[in-house]
Nanobody, 124 residues
Framework: QVQLVESGGGLVQAGGSLRLSCAAS????????MGWFRQAPGKEREFVAR????????YYADSVEGRFTISRDHAKNTVNLQMNSLKSEDTAVYLC?????????????????WGQGTQVTVSS
């Protein structure tokens, strides 16, 4: 079992920055993939970014490429999402997730463990 707790959400003006963190605990393996997703009211859960726990390989959705950076800290067992140049369309609940497979999926259905989420609101 893996437990995930997100933090760092809040209200920010358009063009501003936020840094989200996901604290992971439980049984972890090096081949796991960590992902960030987001879900806005009335919309489906959307892939944002992912990173391999071991090698740090990253992949981003086109909508956030160049603005968001995902990273992991082995010492603290955290995965972070640095969000810059935020836009109103980035407003959503952001969720951290773990995929036990090594394929690095962008599909929410492939992820096995989820946090509760943290709200990010960008005002225009």
């Amino acid at each position: 079992q893996v437990q995930l707790v997100e933090s760092g959400g809040g209200l920010v003006q358009a063009g501003g920055s936020l840094r989200l963190s996901c604290a992971a605990s439980g049984r972890f393996f090096s081949w796991y993939t960590m992902g960030w997703f987001r879900q806005a009211p009335g919309k489906e859960r959307e892939f944002v970014a992912r990173i391999s726990w071991s090698g740090g390989n990253t992949y981003y959705a086109d909508s956030v490429e160049g603005r968001f950076t995902i990273s992991r800290d082995h010492a603290k067992n955290t995965v972070n999402l640095q969000m810059n140049s935020l836009k109103s369309e980035d407003t959503a609940v952001y969720l951290c997730a773990v995929d036990k497979e090594a394929y690095g999926s962008t599909s929410a259905g492939s992820y096995d463990y989820w946090g509760q989420g943290t709200q990010v609101t960008v005002s225009s």
